[in-house]
């Protein structure tokens, strides 16, 4: 009888076990968005961000109003084809027209630090 409780229980357990990781899993969702991007001024160089690192022009990093700190976005201008890899490390831009704010080596990358603003796609994962 003991053997018998031992055994269901540990049936039990198991079961609960799986069902458990398998909540706890996530997913990745990857999404794809199409908005307009401007790019940080000189003044900010060496400023804080929110994240509380330092903005730096010569890194490949960008603003978010809503994305996690770390998430890796590609940022492809739309007119010319060109791409680029940036991570976000900031909040902002404070903007109904603008969704991204790129550093300025990123803005350089893509081809739009003469231009101010782009129209571009932006691709990331996201862990459901």
Same mark, same amino acid.
């Given at each position: 009888?003991k053997n018998?409780?031992?055994?269901?229980?540990?049936?039990?357990? +198991?079961s609960?076990?799986a069902? +458990?990781?398998?909540?706890?899993?996530?997913q990745?969702?990857?999404?794809?968005?199409?908005?307009?991007?401007?790019? /940080?001024?000189?003044?900010?160089?060496?400023?804080?961000?929110?994240? =509380?690192?330092?903005?730096? +022009?010569?890194?490949?990093?960008?603003?978010?109003?809503t994305?996690?700190?770390?998430?890796i976005?590609t940022?492809r201008n739309?007119?010319? =084809?060109?791409?680029?890899?940036?991570?976000?490390?900031?909040?902002?831009?404070?903007?109904?027209?603008?969704?991204l704010?790129?550093?300025?080596?990123? +803005?350089? @990358?893509? =081809?739009?630090?003469?231009?101010g /603003? @782009?129209?571009?796609?932006?691709? /990331?994962v996201?862990?459901?």
């Amino acid at each position: 009888m003991k053997n018998k409780i031992r055994i269901l229980l540990f049936l039990c357990f +198991a079961s609960f076990a799986a069902k +458990a990781q398998h909540l706890t899993e996530k997913q990745p969702d990857t999404v794809v968005k199409t908005i307009y991007t401007s790019y /940080y001024a000189k003044k900010f160089e060496g400023r804080r961000t929110t994240s =509380g690192e330092r903005y730096r +022009a010569a890194k490949l990093t960008a603003a978010h109003l809503t994305l996690p700190f770390g998430t890796i976005i590609t940022v492809r201008n739309l007119v010319n =084809g060109k791409t680029v890899i940036v991570r976000v490390n900031d909040r902002g831009p404070h903007s109904k027209k603008f969704s991204l704010d790129l550093s300025q080596s990123a +803005a350089k @990358a893509i =081809g739009i630090y003469r231009l101010g /603003y @782009a129209k571009v796609e932006i691709t /990331y994962v996201l862990w459901k």
